[in-house]
């Protein structure tokens, strides 16, 4: 006899367009994670190959851009999609092809997480990526989540102005046509990390979270995830934000280091506290 299953309402589908990292610890395995995590089932559509450790990034191999389209396009012609979050994207041809796919959904709200640099600081973005990311995406994009040093790059472009204020940086960005920008602040000298997000309007909320020790490898794949699910479950972005937050917060604080490199976000902290708990 053949199994019988009872049918059971599918969970929302995010599509990841993300590089591959063998850690686990960013890129597309980070956002399967995250949205595994939260109640999403991820879709994955893999933009570049790198060769990394938990220290940094040796090598990338970009995947060929009508691949890239190829891999999207099969699955929305498949399955309804709730949420496209984006990492790193291989290249501008890249990028080009999925601004155009992007613009046959425009309901569908976009998560992009700008990844110009390892943690480490590898350059990862050219400036005609950037230029790409700023004519091409951005505008397309429901909620941009740079660090202040990403935020910084993709408003002047040409320079890294350290000085350039953030709030003037999310007005720039907002003025390219995004909805939101939630620009974080674990590179800044503040006392606690401070996240704040800005609309076409401008401030919109600030949440502060205490700095914890040691360097994190994917936690902005992490929370840019993390907004995603939140949005497939249909949040607003403003809650969505904050639930985001607090479940990178909880990721980062059971973060393990299993080699030599940075601590990698622990997505499934809960399952952990579930066991701990059921063998106390």
């Known amino acids: ?61 970009v995947i060929d851009a009508e691949w890239v389209a190829d891999q999207a396009r099969m699955l929305l012609e498949d399955v309804p999609v709730a949420a496209f979050k984006l990492g790193m994207l291989g290249g501008a041809e890249s990028m080009a092809m ?43 994009t429901s909620i941009l989540t740079p660090n202040s040093h990403e935020a910084r790059r993709l408003a002047s472009f040409e320079s890294d102005d350290d000085d350039m204020d953030l709030a003037a940086c999310a007005r720039h960005l907002t003025d390219l046509g995004c909805e939101y920008v939630l620009i974080t602040g674990t590179h800044e000298a503040t006392p606690r990390v401070l996240n704040s997000l800005y609309d076409t309007n401008g401030h919109v909320q600030t949440d502060a979270w205490d ?25 607003e972005i403003p809650q969505a934000v904050r639930d985001a937050q607090n479940f990178t917060y909880e990721s980062l604080k059971a973060a393990f280091r299993p080699g030599m490199g940075q601590y990698i976000p622990e997505r499934f902290f809960w399952a952990q506290d579930e066991q701990v708990e059921g063998n106390a």
């Open 1 to 61: 006899m053949p199994p019988t299953f009872s049918s059971k309402p599918t969970p929302p589908l995010v599509l990841s367009f993300a590089a591959s990292d063998p850690t686990g610890g960013a890129g597309i395995q980070a956002d399967l994670l995250t949205l595994a995590s939260m109640g999403c089932h991820p879709l994955s559509v893999i933009t570049a190959l790198t060769v990394q450790d938990t220290a940094g990034i040796d090598e990338i191999l």
């Open 98 to 140: 999925i601004a155009e796919i992007l613009s046959d959904y425009p309901d569908i709200p976009v998560i992009l997480d700008p990844v110009l640099a390892s943690g480490r600081g590898d350059e990862l973005a050219t400036d005609d990526m950037i230029a790409a990311m700023r004519d091409l995406l951005i505008p397309q």
């Open 211 to 235: 700095r914890l020790p040691g360097s994190y490898h994917g936690s902005g794949c992490t929370l840019a995830s993390a907004i995603a699910a939140a949005l497939a479950y249909g949040q």
